[in-house]
């Protein structure tokens, strides 16, 4: 499955901003995840969202601010993100897990498929 990541942008802090991931197949197979990369550093979860969106997790810096969702018929996953902080800048990238046993997961290598990522940028 192909992935692309959109919706990132400038925004200053405080403000919200939600990022759409659109696969070019099904994902209702997939464990679907975001994560952010700065330069020089390794991709850190987001948020990961279960086969049957009823669950997710969160990344602890992001919890209570940032949603994850999922729409298997337009085979789409968002991320919305509200009360952005300096700290929430980086590279998105949404990604797709084939990983059984597991209901949702922040492992970046339990992730086999990845979208190109979208840049966010927090600015005041």
């Given at each position: 499955?192909q992935?692309?990541?959109?919706g990132?942008?400038?925004?200053?802090?405080?403000?919200?901003?939600?990022?759409?991931?659109?696969?070019?197949?099904?994902?209702s197979?997939?464990?679907m995840?975001w994560?952010?990369?700065?330069?020089?550093k390794?991709?850190?979860?987001?948020?990961?969202?279960?086969?049957?969106?009823?669950?997710?997790?969160?990344?602890?810096?992001?919890?209570g601010?940032?949603?994850?969702?999922?729409?298997d018929?337009?085979?789409?996953?968002?991320?919305?993100?509200?009360s952005?902080?300096f700290?929430?800048?980086?590279?998105?990238y949404?990604a797709?897990?084939?990983?059984?046993?597991a209901?949702t997961?922040a492992?970046?290598?339990?992730?086999?498929?990845?979208?190109?990522?979208?840049?966010?940028?927090?600015?005041?």
């Open positions: 499955v992935l692309q990541a959109s990132g942008g400038l925004v200053q802090p405080g403000d919200s901003l939600r990022l759409s991931c659109a696969a070019s197949g099904r994902i197979t997939y464990i995840g994560f952010r990369q700065t330069p020089g390794a991709r850190k979860f987001v948020a990961s969202i279960s086969r049957d969106g009823l669950g997710a997790t969160y990344g602890e810096s992001v919890k601010r940032f949603t994850v969702s999922r729409d018929v337009k085979n789409t996953v968002n991320l919305q993100m509200n952005l902080k700290d929430d800048e980086g590279i998105y949404c797709a897990s084939n990983e059984r046993g209901y997961t492992a970046p290598s339990d992730y086999d498929y990845w979208g190109q990522g979208t840049q966010v940028t927090v600015s005041s």
